[in-house]
């Protein structure tokens, strides 16, 4: 296994960790990878020489694909996975009345059980603000 860092810092605990577990960790930004056929591919970097793996494992960041929270003007967070709704405890986001649930609103944990238990609060919530 090897470990591209792609310019992000990686913590000196967690380099001493994967030395420890004889995992290389190879720094730089990744500038291109090279697909050959269905499985092996070249990772090509802006420092240092290309590096060919079998399998690659990668966590772009996710940003919504819909832009009716901009035209709303929902406030947004900014995480290291990627962009996702501002929501409180009872996931009402930066708009009275407005609600949110699932993906859109949810950083890192992206789940049809977490979606569907977020929705359902969502749905109980906004119902409540309609009581209050
Ligand atoms: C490849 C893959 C595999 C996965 N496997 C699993 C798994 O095994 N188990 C698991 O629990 N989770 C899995 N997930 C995650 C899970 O699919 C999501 O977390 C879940 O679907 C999120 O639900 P959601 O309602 O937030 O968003 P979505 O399911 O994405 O629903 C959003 C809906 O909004 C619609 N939409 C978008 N824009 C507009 C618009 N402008 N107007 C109207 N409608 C719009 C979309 O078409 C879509 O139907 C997987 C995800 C992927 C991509």
Redesign the pocket.
């Known amino acids: 296994m090897t470990v591209f860092a792609d310019g992000h810092d990686i913590a000196p605990d967690l380099r001493a960790d994967l030395a420890h577990r004889n995992i290389p960790v190879v720094d730089g930004r990744i500038t291109g990878i090279a697909r050959h056929g269905g499985h092996s591919a070249t990772v090509k970097l802006d420092t240092g020489p290309d590096v060919a793996v079998d399998i690659l494992f990668a966590h772009p960041p996710t940003k919504p ?2 832009s ?1 929270h901009d035209s709303l003007g929902l406030a947004t967070v900014d995480t290291p996975l990627g962009i996702v709704l501002k929501v409180d405890e009872r996931r009402e986001t930066s708009i009275p009345g407005i609600y949110a ?4 609103a949810t950083p890192g944990m ?6 569907s238990w977020q ?1 359902a609060m969502a749905g109980i919530f906004a119902q409540q603000s309609m009581l209050a």
């Open positions: 694909s819909a009716l649930a699932g993906d859109l992206p789940s049809v059980t977490t979606a929705g």
